[in-house]
């Protein structure tokens, strides 16, 4: 059983940068695709980026393009989510998603992922 941990989330100002990490424990990460969903309070669970295999494409929730970046460091089995210029909207509580290879299906569906970590708070103070 796969067990996903998220950590970097903390409290920034707009314009500032956070990097959030998720690594499993239980399995190689480049096994799987890896997401990041958040949600704010009061509002539905939104998908915000994934990646795929090592080296393969990554797709980005329009409202972040640009601004965000994931990325995998498979010999520190981990994935980032490098954010910057974070906007007051950015608050929410982010959540690492995992599915292994090879078949996703529509990446932005949260029941497509298999596994979930328990969440980190980002909080953009304007």
């Known amino acids: 059983q796969v067990q996903l941990e998220e950590s970097g989330g903390g409290l920034v100002q707009a314009g500032g940068s956070l990097r959030l990490s998720c690594a499993p424990s239980?399995?190689?990460?480049?096994?799987?695709?890896t997401g990041w969903f958040r949600q704010a309070p009061g509002k539905e669970r939104e998908f915000v980026a994934v990646?795929?295999?090592?080296?393969?494409?990554?797709y980005y929730e329009d409202s972040v393009k640009g601004r965000f970046t994931i990325s995998r460091d498979n010999a520190k089995n981990t994935v980032y989510l490098q954010m910057n210029s974070l906007k007051p909207e950015d608050t929410a509580v982010y959540y690492c998603?995992?599915?292994?290879?090879?078949?996703?299906?529509?990446?932005?569906?949260?029941?497509?992922?298999?596994?979930w970590g328990q969440g980190t708070q980002v909080t953009v103070s304007s």
């Open positions: 990646i795929t295999w090592s080296g393969g494409p990554t």
């Open positions: 998603a995992a599915k292994r290879l090879p078949v996703l299906g529509t990446y932005q569906s949260g029941s497509n992922y298999d596994y």
């Open positions: 239980g399995d190689t990460f480049s096994r799987y695709f």
